[in-house]
């Protein structure tokens, strides 16, 4: 199996329980794969250690086979990059810097960046110092995607961005991902990681807790139950068959993996007035890696 990005024992101690401690993963030639953890988590640390700006203490960062701090320059060839904090030069224009940008990655050929600038409905005349935080994340997009690297490595991508652009960026990572491109995408919003990636991958206080495939996480999900009752006592009489739930007048909540066969017989002798029944969001998943409440 061919694999394009590769961490293996990585470990950056900064102190106080902060950094990465032996995070081992790898993504294949294709995937694309969602990095998800709190602020503080980790996530930006293992992507600075692949993008070759920090040497790892122990263990190995490793893309297309080359040492990522060692052989920096080779492996950020490769690369279309969003950092979470961007560098502008405010003084510029959007278009200016993202001119300047292309020189410095020496693409002569400006077709993509501005076809991507018409997508994501960029205004590039604006001073980059006057530009909203959404209008210079668009800038970084442009940049990341702009020199057609085979492989993305995006931190926090849509951060800033309106719930349309955000729909916009979903195509647009499927697109490339379509095309054969290797992407790593750390985010919080777990609806566009659902949407565009094949697997996750989840950190905690810097260590690894999930690494599951988007298809087993979905399989895996539970349900939530709401069921309402004709009557208070008729609910409270139901939910003592189903102790891990929660009551609200005539209401009961809960979760529940599998077929709902057992509870529909069980529903069968009570005065039923609603069912809703919903899957898990890939949050709630998230949460309950975390130790977070099953809501």
């Keep these: 199996m061919n694999h394009t990005i590769e961490l293996e024992d990585l470990t950056k101690d900064y102190g106080q329980g902060r950094g990465v401690f032996h995070l081992t993963f790898s993504v294949r030639e294709g995937q694309a794969v969602g990095f998800l953890g709190v602020n503080g988590a980790g996530k930006t640390t293992t992507i600075r250690h692949l993008m070759g700006f920090l040497r790892p203490e122990t263990g190995h960062a490793r893309i297309l086979g080359m040492d990522c701090f060692r052989q920096a320059a080779s492996v950020q060839d490769s690369i279309g990059y969003l950092p979470g904090e961007i560098a502008f030069m405010e003084q510029l224009t959007g278009l200016a810097f993202i001119q300047f940008m292309a020189q410095m990655k020496q693409i002569n050929d400006l077709s993509l960046a501005r076809r991507l600038m018409d997508y994501l409905e960029l205004d590039t005349g604006v001073k980059l110092k006057k ?46 991902k379509s095309r054969g491109k290797t992407i790593l995408m750390s985010s919080h919003i777990f609806e566009e990681v659902e949407h565009t990636c094949d697997r996750i991958v989840m950190i905690k206080d810097g260590r690894l807790v999930a690494d599951e495939s988007m298809s087993k996480i979905k399989t895996s999900q539970s349900k939530h139950y709401q069921i309402t009752f004709s009557t208070e006592e008729q609910a409270a009489l139901f939910q003592r068959a189903y102790p891990q739930s929660t009551r609200t007048e005539a209401t009961v909540s809960f979760l529940q993996k599998g077929s709902p066969q057992k509870l529909l017989q069980d529903l069968s002798s009570y005065p039923v007035e609603d069912i809703n029944a919903r899957y898990q969001t890939l949050e709630e998943v998230f949460l309950q890696y975390y130790g977070g409440k099953k809501s």
């Design 131 to 176: 530009m909203s935080k959404g209008m210079k994340q668009k800038v970084g997009l442009v940049l990341a995607f702009m020199q057609d690297a085979p492989i993305l490595i995006l931190d926090e991508p849509t951060s800033g961005l309106d719930p349309l652009m955000q729909n916009k960026f979903v195509e647009l990572i499927n697109r490339e």
